[in-house]
Every structure is written in C-alpha cells, then in structure tokens.
C-alpha cells in the first residue's frame, strides 16, 4: 500500500504552487501571499493555516538571505540612513555637536562615540547598539 494516495498527489499539485520560490516574480507572490495570512492568522497558533504561514514564512525568509543579504553597516552608514529618512541637515544634529563634527562622522574620519551614540539613539528611538 503506498502512503501517496491520488488524492495527496492532486492536493500536493495545488499546494506546491503556493510554496514554490524560483525567481522574482515568484518571491513577489509568495510576500502577498504571505501578507495576507499575516492579516488573517495573525499570531494565532491555532488557526488551521498557522502552519502554512510558518512554512511560506521560512521559506520566504530562506529566499531573501540567498537573493537579498543585507548588507552590514555601521553607525555611520545608520546615521546617513535616518537622516535622510527623517530629512534632516548635518546642522540639525546638535547632540553630534557642530555640523563640522557631524561631516566628518559621515565622512568616515571620526567615530561616533558613547555621548554622541546615547544622544542619537534617543532622539531617533533605538537601540545604541545599532550604532556601533
């Protein structure tokens, strides 16, 4: 008796296709798909397509450390980050101190240190660590 009935292998050929990520068109379906069982599991274990959003979920993630690594920064990598998102000059970092110091951080001469770290990761609310 074989354990792979016909109706698994007509089940298998309809759920394969939901859990299947060979190139970029397929990795954007599989992050909508992914999207939505987020909005309807949520974090409820019990829910009977908890298990699928784990599955897609890692698989998902497997995708995106092979095809998209993130690349490793620092804390000035970071800082040229928030600034932009928060739009905000070299002069408006006071608690860096003067622009100069603020260009030469961005610049890669100087480093960040512990002062200039405790006052970013407030104004901008993260971890310090994030910055070094």
């Known amino acids: 008796m074989s354990v792979i009935t016909p109706q698994l292998e007509r089940s298998w050929a309809q759920v394969s296709a939901l859990l299947t990520i060979q190139n970029e068109q397929d990795y954007d379906l599989a992050v909508d798909r992914l999207n939505s069982l987020i909005d309807e599991v949520g974090a409820d274990e019990h829910h009977p397509l908890y298990s699928l959003l ?30 932009a998102e ?4 070299q002069s408006d ?22 002062r200039q770290i405790r006052a970013l990761s407030e ?10």
């Open 54 to 83: 784990d599955t897609l979920g890692t698989l998902v993630h497997a995708w995106e450390e092979q095809h998209h690594p993130m690349p490793r920064s620092g804390g000035r990598e970071l800082l040229q980050f928030l600034m």
């Open 86 to 89: 928060h739009h905000l000059t």
């Open 123 to 132: 104004r901008f609310g993260v971890s310090p660590s994030v910055f070094v």
């Open 93 to 114: 970092l006071p608690e860096v101190r003067s622009q100069g110091v603020v260009s030469e951080i961005l610049a890669g001469k100087r480093e960040l240190n512990v």
